[in-house]
């Protein structure tokens, strides 16, 4: 029926168009006559009008025809004109979604691009640390994380910084723990009542743990995951996980390169046989204490600490069990440490130890510990078990026996020579 009205380009009652279909007059009758009309625009086909009415289409008079047409002309203007609105409001919609689109995307370039430039000025693994919470939230915000790096291990990774949660996360884990770092990939937990779950997580909630590479080698791990309550939902959605590919990427350069040169600081400061700083690093740490100590008013007490009969040792045992000897010496002096303490080899079979806020009573009631501790060392080498032995300390302390730095190492180092004419196995404070 609709392209009989069509085709027919005029009003036209139903009966007419249908009468092919009903050659019985009497059935045509019981219908219920209707009149269509095509409501135009330009050559564009807008709608039918299909009015009903209660008497043939002849017997209409000119003016209800006219009528008719004014009003489906109206309808035409009408419906085109809320066409166009829709479609404009469609367009302007599309518009105002791409601008902020380009909006966010220049926001999270600038982020990052200040990112990779903060962290290309950090000296410290420490400074990296503070410069990544504050673009992480920045970038994720509703998400907690934490970054953990490979530090003295290749196998343990250290909490280098976290976010997001008041609970601090796993301080360290080994690499065993990680489904990530076993796969060397993105690691995603959807719902963590039916997925299998990394060892280090203690939250219960969705997350994504993601490597972080440069020249092939596994620097950190990057661990996210939302903060909301609910129990299950996605932890990223495919938007998010790319940006923190990137977020990644803009990191692992950096801390690459800050890597490499902690390395090689390392190597300049540390001893190569017993791990401990050397007699280089006491040179450079020194006077910061004193300064700070010297602020603070306080105190700073150095204990030179010397093994005794050393060199009789190596004659009878070979320079190997004299190696074996300075590394056990050395793994007790770590141990016996306090936080904040330093252990240095000042070279050969002399050891130093710097205790910051310890006065000459303290550092002196410390170094007799040592020195007694010492006798119960035991060395375990080929076979055999070498010691006890027994060591000399010397002490002096800032600002008591000395006003800098060169005049503290020299007044301990005059205190041990003085614990070793009086017969070695003994502790002298400076006078």
């Given amino acids: ?39 135009l625009f330009g050559l564009a086909l807008v709608a039918i009008l299909n009015l009903p009415i209660e008497r043939i289409f002849e017997s209409l ?18 419906t085109v004109a809320i066409r166009r609105r829709q479609q404009a409001l469609r367009e302007s919609t599309a518009h105002e979604a791409l601008v902020r689109d380009l909006t966010e995307n220049s926001r999270i370039e600038n982020q990052l691009n200040q990112l990779s430039s903060l962290l290309h000025t950090c000296f410290t693994l420490e400074e990296v640390g503070q410069v990544i919470p504050s673009f992480a939230q920045q970038l994720f915000p509703g998400y907690a994380g934490a970054l953990y790096i490979f530090r003295n291990s290749p196998n343990l990774l250290e909490l280098a910084a976290h976010w997001g949660n008041a609970n601090a996360p796993e301080s360290m884990f080994t690499t065993d723990h990680c489904w990530a770092l ?11 009542s039916t997925n299998v779950l990394c060892q280090h997580v203690n939250h219960g909630k969705p997350y994504v743990c993601l490597p972080m ?75 910061t204490e004193i300064e700070r100590a010297r602020r603070a008013n306080s105190f700073v007490s150095v204990i030179m600490l010397d093994i005794d009969n050393f060199r009789q040792f190596n004659d009878i045992y070979g320079h190997e069990a004299g190696d074996a000897v300075l590394q056990a010496l050395g793994r007790f002096l770590y141990r016996y440490t306090r936080e904040g303490d330093i252990v240095f080899r ?34 375990e080498f080929q076979g055999q078990t070498l010691g006890p032995g027994s060591v000399s300390l010397g002490i002096a302390t800032f600002p008591n026996h000395g006003e800098n730095a060169t005049l503290v190492l020299t007044a301990a ?19």
């Fill in 1 to 39: 029926m609709s392209q009989s009205l069509f085709l027919s380009n005029r009003p036209t009652p139903v009966t007419d168009s249908i009468q092919p279909l009903f050659g019985d007059d009497s059935k045509r009758r019981a219908l219920r006559e209707n009149l269509g009309i095509l409501i």
């Fill in 413 to 431: 180092d005059a205190s041990l020579i003085q614990a070793k004419s009086e017969g070695r196995d003994r502790v002298v404070l400076a006078a």
């Fill in 346 to 379: 000042h070279g050969g079979e002399e050891f130093a130890l710097i205790l910051p806020g310890a006065s000459a009573d303290i550092a002196q009631k410390r170094a007799e510990e040592l020195c007694q501790g010492v006798h119960s060392l035991r060395t």
């Fill in 61 to 78: 008079f000119k003016y209800d025809q006219y009528r008719l047409f004014l009003i489906a002309s109206s309808f035409a203007i009408v």
């Fill in 213 to 287: 590479m440069a020249h092939g080698e596994i620097l950190a791990l990057l661990h996210v995951y939302p903060t909301g309550d609910a129990a299950v939902e996605s932890p990223m959605t495919e938007a998010q996980q790319n940006l923190l590919y990137r977020f990644v990427e803009h990191i692992a350069l950096p801390l690459s390169n800050l890597k490499l040169r902690d390395t090689l600081r390392q190597q300049s400061i540390r001893d190569s046989l017993t791990g401990l700083f050397n007699r280089r690093y006491l040179d450079e740490v020194l006077p």
């Fill in 182 to 192: 076993h796969q060397g990939q993105m690691f995603v937990v959807p719902d963590p």
